[in-house]
């Protein structure tokens, strides 16, 4: 079974920062586009950001200004570099990856207190 591996998630203060990061099996082919999702408690999943294999990058209107999609193409691996987190950005943040077909990580918690 193929399995994204997410990192970085944790507790920050508001105003602080995280930097999550997904690694991307290379059994894994024709990517088109990598994100990050995230669900916060009763709330549906929603879209964060995503980048294409054109570095062509997409964000949420609450992540913009704030928040940065990168990829590191020799270590196939995307991350989310999260600046100024608020409160309400606490959430399981997911890495998803498309091609062929679809994937997500097991989901990693982004927590910042108030």
């Known amino acids: 079974q193929v399995q994204l591996m997410e990192s970085g998630g944790g507790l920050v203060q508001a105003g602080g920062s995280l930097r999550l990061s997904c690694a991307v099996p290379r059994n894994i082919v024709s990517i088109n586009v990598m994100g990050w999702y995230r669900q916060a408690p009763g709330k549906q999943r929603e879209l964060v950001a995503t980048?294409?294999?054109?570095?062509?990058?997409e964000y949420a209107d609450s992540a913009k200004g704030r928040f940065t999609i990168s990829r590191d193409n020799a270590k196939n691996t995307v991350y989310l570099q999260m600046n100024s987190l608020k409160p309400d950005d606490t959430a399981v943040y997911y890495c998803?990856?498309?091609?062929?077909?679809?994937?997500w990580g097991q989901g990693t918690q982004g927590t910042v207190s108030s």
């Open positions: 998803n990856v498309r091609g062929f077909f679809q994937y």
């Open positions: 980048i294409t294999k054109g570095d062509t990058t």
